[in-house]
Structure formats: C-alpha cells, structure tokens
C-alpha cells in the first residue's frame, strides 16, 4: 500500500520555541494532505486540510498563525507549530490523499514541550 | 453531542471471544463509513469500510444501520494480538475527504 512518512518521529522542546514536522508521500502525489491532533485518550481531531498550492483551510478553534501549514510540493507538507507551549504537546498525524482518494496515515510525531 | 460516538471502553475479553463494538453517528448525510485499528502511540490503521448489504473480512464483521445512523463491529474468536483501540470513522457528504473519528472503543484481549 501507499506510504506516508512524518519526520521527525518524536520531538521534545522547551517551551517558545518552533517547531516543524514533514509529512511525506512516499510513492503517490497528495494534492490534498490532512493534519489530526490526538490527545492521551482521546481521538484524532482534525486541524486543518493542506492543499498543494493554496492555503490550507482550518478548522474551527485552530489557531492559523500558530499551527503554520505549508504544502509546497505534490508530495510535502510542513506543520510549524509556532512558539510551543506545554498545552501543545500531543500526538500530531498526517494523512495523504491519493487520486483514488483514498487516505493514507502518517506514523505520527510525538511533541513534547517542556 | 459529538458527532461519532462510541464507547470507550475498554472492553476486557477472553481469548476466543466474540465481542461487538457500537458506534452512532449524528449527521444524516454520512456517506462512507470506515473502522480503523488504532495501537498505542501509532497511527490508526484502516481495518475495513462498512458497506449498507453488511461486510465480513475473516473473523470481522461490519454492519451499517442508516435509518438508525448505527454501525457496528462484529470481532470473533478473538486473538491477543487484537488488543487495540477500535475508532469508528465517517466520511460526510460534501465533505471532501475529511474523516470524522469518534473518540474509539479500546479492546482488551487477554489469556
């Protein structure tokens, strides 16, 4: 099956500072990519959908200029979350859609904000 | 009221169990409707799409109840190795491809 790759895998930060996670599809073009944040027990909440040459639509209550989107390429897109805090650290999942539309996961990062 | 809701268990079973997992949706316009496998601290994985006739994949069976916005997951004979989170997932018309998970139903299979 397609793969999606997210780097990095964990990150641990103090808190101020930024910081960025790639999501990748390895073997197909997303024109569309989705970012979920998913909190201990809780289930994945989406945060915005990314589109390949525009900007990305956010959903209500996600802040646009902290949680920064951007989807360069076919097979990339960036989520910066800006000056973290504590209450950022979660679980954040990308997901790719393909021609099919069909929706492949990312492996999620881990962030940590100390 | 959430929009996918589910019990979240968890729901502790013995091994060789059959177990069944609830799932209601509030939105009418619903199109597609999906269950993901999630582990801990992984991404959820697609387990199978709930068609309207009912559909089985091995020792899975998924039925879907529009008049009753209700769908359910039918787990027999269970394994250890099927210890995870169920998350019931619906795709809404209109929606693109946005997914909406619920908040999941955690299984827990043991000797």
């Known amino acids: 099956g397609a793969v999606v790759s997210q780097h990095p895998s964990w990150v641990i930060c103090k808190s101020g500072t930024s910081v960025k996670i790639e999501c990748r599809s390895l073997d197909f073009q997303a024109t569309t990519m989705f970012w979920y944040r998913q909190f201990p027990k809780q289930s994945l909440m989406l945060m915005a959908t990314s589109n390949e040459g525009s900007k990305a639509t956010y959903e209500q209550g996600v802040e646009k200029d902290k949680f920064l989107i951007n989807h360069a390429s076919l097979t990339l897109s960036t989520l910066t979350v800006t000056s973290a805090h504590p209450e950022d650290s979660s679980f954040y999942i990308c997901?790719?859609?393909?021609?099919?539309?069909?929706?492949?996961f990312g492996p999620g990062t881990r962030l940590t904000v100390t | 009221r959430k929009e996918v809701e589910q019990d979240p268990g968890p729901f502790n079973v013995p091994e060789g169990a059959t177990v069944a997992f609830n799932c209601t949706y509030s939105n009418s316009a619903s199109q597609s409707f999906f269950w993901y496998r999630q582990d801990c601290r992984k991404e959820p994985k697609l387990l199978m799409s709930?068609?309207?006739s009912g559909n089985e994949d091995g020792r899975f069976t998924a039925q879907l109840n529009r008049a009753s916005q209700y769908i359910s997951l039918l787990i027999r004979d269970s394994k250890l190795s099927d210890s995870a989170t169920y998350l019931c997932v619906v795709r809404y018309t209109g929606g693109g491809n946005k997914l909406t998970f619920g908040t999941g139903t955690q299984l827990k299979v043991e000797l």
């Open positions: 997901s790719a859609v393909d021609r099919a539309h069909e929706q492949y």
């Open positions: 709930v068609y309207s």
